[in-house]
């Protein structure tokens, strides 16, 4: 079966996906890259003790349209990231909702045969016999002898289960678990072609299933710990395949229905397949690169695919969704998650506002319906408060379609009002400009407090932002408000050591400091001291002004690229160059501060290392160096492969690098196209110029890309 399967595999996709003379860029495309992780010291970087798993990109390989509501992947592990390990041997069902951030996976669904325990039902799987591809993800489940095949619309997936002719169809619907604590859930018979339930857990989902076999019963196994549910269904021998059409909804099963019938009920599996792969051919088909290796147009057209996988919808064909406050609304747009925002403000959301306005304006409205819902704040995730840099960004980039009057009351309440839901120890940062730490020694890695220097510099960014807005608006007071506070992240620099470090109340500086120990929340946010230097985005020119000369920046920025790591063990931080570490954010700007000094080449150098070494690393070439974050490493690879950055992403430009390729044509979200053209081989930027005018400086506005013309990078 497994070489018949392969052969109609490969005919089917050279069918859908190919076109006379143009390589089909979702080809290019690898769902898999990401899902491994790393175990040996070379990849690390430190000899590994814990027990802990490292962290790995966190990614899923299985089937999804952009900015989904479904996401349908195999469940390899729960609580385990993204749920999938490429190292894993068995699969616990195929979920449908997905991040990457150790939660949803909501209803896990698997195909199986005979008598199934609540405790014993997965089955083994072999990566010679599993396939990913945009929209679609197949592998065949060695214990029940079922090939599965999975692809999905925005609100709605496709289970497709050939069995073993002889063998009676069932599907094991584990209802009571997901990588959160299912709070309620129901499954039901409606007819004799359907089930339907709901599922609460981070979300009450609804679910709305239709069987071309019919069902025979559902009946609940468990045990003292554990319970799920089994379809059975009638007359099922032989060798038609099972397939299950389902739909979703976070309103009700009544809206799921709708969601089916609206984008799926009457559409074959490859008709849905091949519309998925259409979906994300056109949008990859916005960035088409030209030149460079196979390889780096792999990971590149991967890593874009990636960029465009959250956030997710939460609304339903006819507009309605369930707000902050538990209502069932329709407010005329669609309704998203929101952004990772501690990670993905510094370029994917971007990123998405290039390329699909119309989904960023809607996550706007999305967080500014749920702040006015929930509490006057604007929703923040994690640490920060970059939801600003988020609106200020965008809006700047002429993505005007929503309210900014409401958006910006929100930033303002979170920039000037403490309270719960707003940003963390304001009071004292509002107070004193900066944010103080506990006195104490010793502090073990993991430790929460408050990481008050990160907190400190990112509030001064945060602040920069929502002044840009304040300016827009003409409130001239919160403008000059914020923007002297901007200047807040100088507070916490240390002169004597060249680092940004701790004080404590008194304002002395906390003696027990060691800018090589990393920490989760001392002081620094999952960073040491090394891998905190260097954030100003907004004011590059002050930081460098912090030190004595530009020849000691350059000094400390050698030094962190040299120094070794010392053998610290952290499973969030993975992938150095010396104590850089690009396994994870806060370090992720800079290496771009050598251009503030005259030295872009040395940026240049150490980017082009990154790009080359810590996106496909591991035995099996499919892992990142550290965690995606919902996109943010993937984009940070896709914008500096293309010769842009978003150094600072609250300011509509972007600082120019050395694309990877010869020409990148780049269409933005209203068509406009323009091209990047790298002239000569060599790393060090010798001219950049526009429609033929020279650029002064390392920065091009957006404002200039709009207008559709040729940038031009020549190098020596």
Known sequence: ?????????????????????????????????????????????????????????????????????????????????????????????????????????????????????????????????????????????????????????????????????????????????????????????VDDHT????????????????????????????????????????????SEPLELKIGFSFVSIDNAKMNLEQEMKEKSFAQVRKEADKTWENLLSKIEVTGGTEREKGIFYSCLYRSFLWPVLRSDVNGEYTDAKGNVVNNGFRYYTDPSFWDDYRNKLILLGMISPDVTTDVIKSITDKGEKRNGYMPTFFHGDHASVFVAGNYLRGLKDFDLNRAYKLLVNNATVPGKGGRPYLDEYIEQGWIAEKDTTNVPTWDEYKAAVTKTVEYAYDDYATALLAKELGDESTYKTLMERSGNYKNLFDPSTGFWRGKIADGSWIKDFDPYYPYYAYMYREANAWQSLFFAPHDPKGMIALYPSEKAVEQKLDSLFTEPWRNYEAHNLTGFIGNYCHGNQPGHSIPYTYYFIDKQEKAQCMLDSIMNHYYDM?????????????????????????????????????????????????????????????????????????DGQKIDGWFIPHALLKQGKQLTVTTE
């Not at 490292?54 to 349908?72: D, H």
């Open 618 to 690: 591991g035995k099996d070439k499919l892992a990142y160096s550290g965690m995606d974050d919902a996109g943010e490493m993937s984009s940070w690879y896709v914008f500096n492969a293309i010769g842009l950055y978003t150094y600072s992403p609250a300011d509509p430009e972007y600082i120019v690098t050395v694309p990877l390729f010869d020409q990148v044509k780049f269409t933005l979200g209203d068509n406009t196209q323009f091209t990047i053209v790298k002239k000569g081989n060599g790393r060090k930027i010798t001219d950049i110029s526009y």
């Open 195 to 238: 089930f339907s339930g709901n599922q609460d857990a981070e979300g009450n989902i609804r679910f709305y299933a239709v069987s071309n076999y019919k069902i025979q019963d559902i009946k609940q196994v468990k045990d003292d710990e554990h319970e799920v549910s089994v379809v059975s269904f009638a007359d099922s021998k032989g």
């Open 1 to 189: 079966m497994k070489n018949s399967f392969f052969v109609g595999l490969l005919s089917l996709t050279l069918m859908i996906s190919c076109q006379p003379g143009k390589q089909q860029l979702t080809n290019y495309v690898n769902p898999f890259l990401g899902t491994a992780t790393l175990w040996e010291t070379k990849d690390l970087g430190y000899e590994r003790h814990l027990k802990t798993r490292t962290w790995g990109a966190e990614v899923f390989p299985g089937s999804s349209v952009p900015n989904a509501m479904v996401q349908l992947s195999p469940v390899t592990q729960f609580r385990s990231g993204a749920g999938y390990q490429y190292e894993d041997t068995v699969i616990y069902g195929f979920s449908h909702t997905n991040k990457g951030h150790w939660n949803l996976l909501h209803l896990p669904i698997l195909p199986v045969t005979g008598n199934v325990s609540s405790d014993d039902y997965a089955s083994k799987y072999s990566h010679t016999n599993e396939s990913a591809h945009p929209g679609y993800y197949q592998v065949f489940l060695e214990r029940y002898g079922v090939n599965a095949e999975l692809t999905s619309t925005l609100r709605c997936a496709y289970h497709k289960y050939t069995f073993r002719p002889d063998d009676d169809k069932k599907v094991l619907v584990d209802i009571t678990r997901t990588n959160n604590g299912v709070r309620d859930w129901s499954i039901q018979k």
